[in-house]
Structures are given as structure tokens and as C-alpha cells.
């Protein structure tokens, strides 16, 4: 291969040295096209960044679970980090033992927790004191001991953007400080609970160090403050994350996040599981559209529709999330000024606001980068429009691994 990943080669766009023209001629667009080099040296830059350091690394499958994908992860020695009880359904049927598997989420309903208790996960981490609770009832019932982490919520700023923020006391998300500490201890007279570790996610998208380092240091302080009283854990859950450069711009490597981790934890001498979700899978997908209408929004503009909208990718409408954008295949010519739009009746559907491109003509194909993470995962039926289509390169060849929905797989539900 010259270069893995999404690279010009004689001006057009391939994946992995495939055409992306080529699998859009197949298989039609809108298409998600994974490139299984990006994830395999994405996964292993993570991974061999702990050197030697005692660590795992659960993919959080909410980023992107389809089941190739998933497969792959679990070839390169991932295990899974599960935000629901199909989550952790899916990491089974692809192979994960439970052992492979942290369950965590901000809304376990009971239906999800009377079937994960008795699995004997990895853990199930907790978001609050209740939900200690309902567990503890169930490993009874069950006759069993449950092994679960507390996620605390450390009041920490990811300085990522507020939507996807979740380590502020304001925030939804874990257990308040003081409150865990008294949780923690009250678990060592509970027979059917067992603390293997505690947790922290402070956000996602995160661009810098600073909060992810004190969030560390925050695990490691209470981990320490533990042991002191006698409460020895397996391991430290410092979640998932690490930001992904969407424009271009420079990001912080994945051998400086982990140093960074491993410096604030080594005086536990506790392992570190990481859960990273969009540095693994982000950026090794595009979304692969079609122009389907050019139309005049001002002297010097033109609407740019595409087959493939907020349906598809729903991070610009939903954050207005900014993605590259480029033709598959470079036209010879001038360049011009869009929006580049989706389909779908909604204002907010926009892919791409306000870019400068190679003159657009309709029938081109488009692609989206850096859509592997949160974009097929988020699709939507809007419109009743189908679900998008998904391809994996890998070892040279690509493959259909998700075939596109059809108006009758959806009626079928409802017939
Ligand atoms: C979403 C999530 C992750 C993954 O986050 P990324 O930013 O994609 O790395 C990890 N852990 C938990 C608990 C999450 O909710």
C-alpha cells in the first residue's frame, strides 16, 4: 500500500488504494467506507503508547458497533466499554467474553440490569446510588456478587464543547464526589457487591490535556485515599475522549494522552482501562455522497444537495460539528462557494456550511471525512429514508458489511 487511509491518488480519493468511485459504483451512495489500516494503526498507536505499563483498552461501542467493525477490534485485543444492555449484546455475539466487557450508561433501565448482572461482566459502572441499589437487589435474587466500579463525577471542565461535556457537577452524568466516597465504603459491608474499580468520563472531543490529566490525578488521589482504608481496586477507568482533528489542525498524540495517564496513575501501581470510542474509529470512515441538485442562494453561493444529510451524520445538525469535505474526484476548473446540504426537510440539516470547492456538478460524489465515529452509529429513519450503506477495506479488498436498508425492512416491523 503507498499510504493507508483517505489519500489523493491520481487525483481522486481512494481508501486504502481502493477508488472510493469504485465501491460508490457498486454499492450507490450514501455510503460509510471504513479503512481497516486507519483503525488498525489507530488501535495499536493507543495501545502500544502504555509501554509495558499494565493496561486494556475497552473501544466504547457507542462510537460505531457495526459488527465488522466491532469483529475487527476484537482481532487487534480489544475488549468493549457498553452504554446498553444491546451494546453488550452485540460484544457477545461478536465474540467478547464477559470478562471483555464494562457496562456503562446514565439510564440502566431494570430490564437492562436483570440481564447484565448475571453475565458477570468486567464491571458495571455505576451512576448512582440507586442504581447500587437495584444491582445489589438482583445479585441477591441472583446469589451472586457484582462487580461494579462507581463513575464519580470529578466537576471538571473537558473544555470540549457543552453538548458533549460530561465531567461537570451540572452535568447528568456519575456519582458527586462526597457521595461516592461514602458509596464506596458502604460497599465493603455489602456481600453481594464487590468495588473492582472507579470511573471517570469527563467528556468527549477533548483537545487538551489539562482536563484529562486532572481527572487522572483525581482517580488516582481517591484510589490512594481507598487503599489507605483498606479498599484495594483491580484497576482505574479513566474513560474515553481524546479529541480528533476535524479541520486539520494539530491534536494532542495518542503517546502523550496515555504518558499523561500513566504519569498521574503509576503511584497506584493499578492498571489503566481506557474506553476510547472516536480516536479509534473517527477517523478511519467517510461518508461517501452524491450531489443531487445545485441550486443559486446568492450572486457568488450555490446549495449544494447531497443524498446524504443529518439522517446519516447527524453531528452538524446536532452540534453543529464541523467536517472536511471534499469531491472524490477533483474537477479540472475554478472553485466555487456552498452550503453543502442534505435532503432532509429540517434547516438545521447542513453538512457543510460556508466552504470554498472545486466546482460542483450534479452526479459528483462527495466525501465527508472523519465521520467513522458517531455517524453511522446516530443514523436515523427520518423521512423513512433508509439507513446508509457500510464497507470495510481491509487486507486489500473492500466488502459490503452493512447492505443498505430497504422501505420493506422497515415495514416489516410494522406489518
Ligand atoms: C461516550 C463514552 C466513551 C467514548 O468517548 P469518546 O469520546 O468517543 O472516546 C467512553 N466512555 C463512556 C462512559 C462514554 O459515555
Given amino acids: 500500500m503507498t499510504r493507508s487511509g483517505f489519500v489523493l491518488s491520481r487525483a481522486e480519493l481512494v481508501c486504502d488504494d481502493i477508488p472510493l468511485s469504485a465501491i460508490a459504483a457498486a454499492v450507490g451512495t450514501p455510503l460509510y467506507v471504513y479503512s481497516g489500516a486507519t483503525i488498525r494503526a489507530r488501535y495499536r498507536a493507543l495501545d502500544e503508547a502504555f509501554d509495558g505499563y499494565p493496561h486494556r483498552l475497552h473501544y466504547a461501542l457507542k462510537a460505531n458497533s457495526t459488527f465488522a467493525v466491532v469483529q475487527l477490534l476484537r482481532q487487534l485485543g480489544s475488549a468493549v466499554d457498553a452504554n446498553s444492555i444491546w451494546e453488550v449484546e452485540v460484544a457477545r455475539q461478536a465474540g467478547f467474553g464477559a470478562a471483555d466487557v464494562v457496562f456503562t450508561g446514565v439510564g440502566k433501565s431494570l430490564h437492562e440490569l436483570a440481564q447484565a448482572v448475571p453475565l458477570g461482566l468486567r464491571a458495571i459502572n455505576v451512576e448512582s446510588p440507586g442504581e ?19 463513575r464519580v463525577n470529578p466537576d471538571i471542565d473537558a473544555g470540549s464543547h457543552p453538548h458533549i461535556s460530561t465531567g461537570l457537577r451540572i452535568n447528568k452524568f456519575g456519582v458527586p464526589k ?6 464506596m465504603t458502604s460497599i465493603g459491608s455489602r456481600p453481594h457487591l464487590k468495588l473492582v474499580a472507579i470511573h471517570v468520563h469527563v467528556g468527549s ?30 484497576y482505574l477507568d479513566l474513560g474515553g475522549g481524546l479529541g480528533i482533528s476535524y479541520d486539520g489542525a494539530d491534536v494532542l498524540s495518542a503517546r502523550d494522552y496515555v504518558a499523561a495517564l500513566v504519569d498521574e496513575v503509576r503511584s497506584t501501581g493499578l492498571p489503566i482501562v481506557i474506553e476510547p470510542g472516536r480516536s479509534v474509529i473517527g477517523p478511519a470512515g467517510v461518508l461517501v455522497g452524491t450531489v443531487i441538485d445545485i441550486k443559486r442562494r446568492a ?104 447492505r443498505r436498508q430497504t422501505v420493506d425492512d422497515l415495514l416489516a416491523l410494522e406489518r
Fill in 132 to 150: 447500587l441499589e437495584r444491582i445489589e437487589t438482583l445479585a441477591a435474587r441472583f446469589g451472586l456478587v457484582a462487580r461494579v466500579a462507581i
Fill in 299 to 402: 450572486e457568488d453561493s450555490d446549495f449544494a444537495v447531497l443524498d446524504a444529510g443529518m439522517t446519516e451524520l447527524m453531528r452538524p445538525a446536532l452540534y453543529g460539528a464541523y467536517h472536511r469535505i471534499e469531491p472524490v474526484k477533483a474537477a479540472a476548473g475554478g472553485t466555487r462557494h456552498y452550503e453543502l446540504v442534505g435532503p432532509v426537510c429540517e434547516s438545521t440539516d447542513v453538512v457543510g456550511r460556508d466552504r470554498m470547492l472545486p466546482t460542483l456538478s450534479v452526479g459528483d460524489l462527495v466525501a465527508i471525512h472523519d465521520a467513522g465515529a458517531y455517524g453511522a452509529a446516530m443514523a436515523s429513519n427520518y423521512n423513512r429514508r433508509p439507513l446508509p450503506a457500510e464497507v470495510l477495506v481491509d487486507n486489500g479488498q473492500w466488502r459490503l458489511i452493512r
Fill in 205 to 234: 472531543q477533548i483537545t487538551s490535556l489539562a482536563p484529562l490529566r486532572s481527572a487522572a490525578a483525581f482517580l488516582a488521589q481517591l484510589a490512594t485515599e481507598l487503599d489507605a482504608r483498606g479498599l484495594r481496586l483491580e
Fill in 178 to 183: 462526597d457521595i461516592a466516597r461514602d458509596l
